[in-house]
């Protein structure tokens, strides 16, 4: 009898610590992840793809307003799979969806089967947005590890910037050849992550077992319900989650007309590949660096400064011949805020609510690109581009002098308590 007790309770530790080991695994399976994740050929070179379909720039403003107000109202139900069903569940689905979206946009021949292929690609992005994110942090806080988030994270965002650089640069080179590579690349190696995806281990801590037997509607309306009142009961998660998503706007507007703009000015598909790559050089070197920059500069500092100086980055872009110069240092501002803030939000947030709450972020940027992507687009096509971003240089300033006072007066009402 002893012996069985014993032997039950060696059985028991093996299966804990083979547990720990597929939890820390996770960590080099998300590079992994990532690296095919973001081998997306199209990212620079879809909106050139497009106009020389024939679309305007309204019309590309109007299909990428279609992909926000499909995330917009998909976000919080794709947060929900994820912390109901499992993060892996959530990423597979993903990367699946993602393959559909672009078999449609190459065989399509309109431009409502255009946005049909884009709301499907809003999809797979939902199933991606927050269910990556919490799946990490979990599985760091399962190890007790939490801490060292920000600076894995900071690794992650570089693994990223080097998967853009061959993305950009090798999906330049083929659309200069022949746009349909490009997709067909892309869709091969989402093909490759959604295998991968199948090999993580899903942490104990991220799903809410409570809603396991009652009926899928009533899960989706009680998770939503219990994360929107952790939203509104903490208001520095709604801020920050504002100021993150406000920021992440203006610099995905510029990553998309900027295209455009170049091509206009001379460039090819290739060059402006480059300029991407470049961009995406240098924050490779930066990102596994933020936690560092982090601890010098502190939170409130970094809040109120990243706006600023990003504001007056777009106001070169507007009034300079060296737009690419200033592209590239608000890409640099983008990537810190991002893990800076994803470190912020996560030690806020419970764990069984993190995918659903980390969705709520995302559908505030699509809600902020429903507006403002369509509308740039449309002074482009009035007026011209440069017009575009002279306005974009006007939201940014009144954008950087409101988050001094917010910034500020939340720093206050902290102190104060």
Partial sequence: M?????????????????????????????????????????QGVWMLYLANKGLSLAKLGLLEGIFHITSFFMEVPTGAVADIYGRKVSRTLGRAFFIISNIVLVLSTNFYLFALSFSILAVSYNLESGAGEALLYDSLMELGEEKT???????????????CIFALTLGGYLAHKNYVWPFALSAAFAGIALLESLLFQEPSIGRNKNLANIHPFKVFKDQTLDS?????NTKKISLLIVFAEVMSVFGTSLF??????????????????VIFAVSSLINAFVAPNVHKIEKL????LLLIFLPIVTCICIWGISF??????FFIAVEIFETIMYIVTSDYLNKLIPSENRSTILSFQSMVFSFFMIFIFPLIGKIGDIFTLSTSFKFLGIASSIFAVLNIFITSSMEKNLYNR
């Fill in 2 to 42: 002893i012996f069985f007790e014993n032997f039950k309770c060696v059985t028991m530790e093996v299966v804990k610590m083979n547990y720990k080991k597929s939890l820390r695994r996770n960590i080099k399976l998300n590079y992994i992840f990532i690296f095919l994740n973001r081998l997306d050929l199209t």
């Fill in 149 to 163: 988030y920000m600076k894995i994270n900071g690794f992650n965002e570089m693994i990223l910037e080097i998967s």
């Fill in 228 to 232: 929107f009142k952790i939203v509104k």
């Fill in 256 to 273: 998309y007309y900027l295209q455009n703009y170049w091509k206009d000015s001379g460039l090819n598909e290739f060059r402006i590949g």
């Fill in 297 to 300: 500069f502190k939170e409130h």
């Fill in 320 to 325: 300079t011949r060296y737009s690419y110069i």
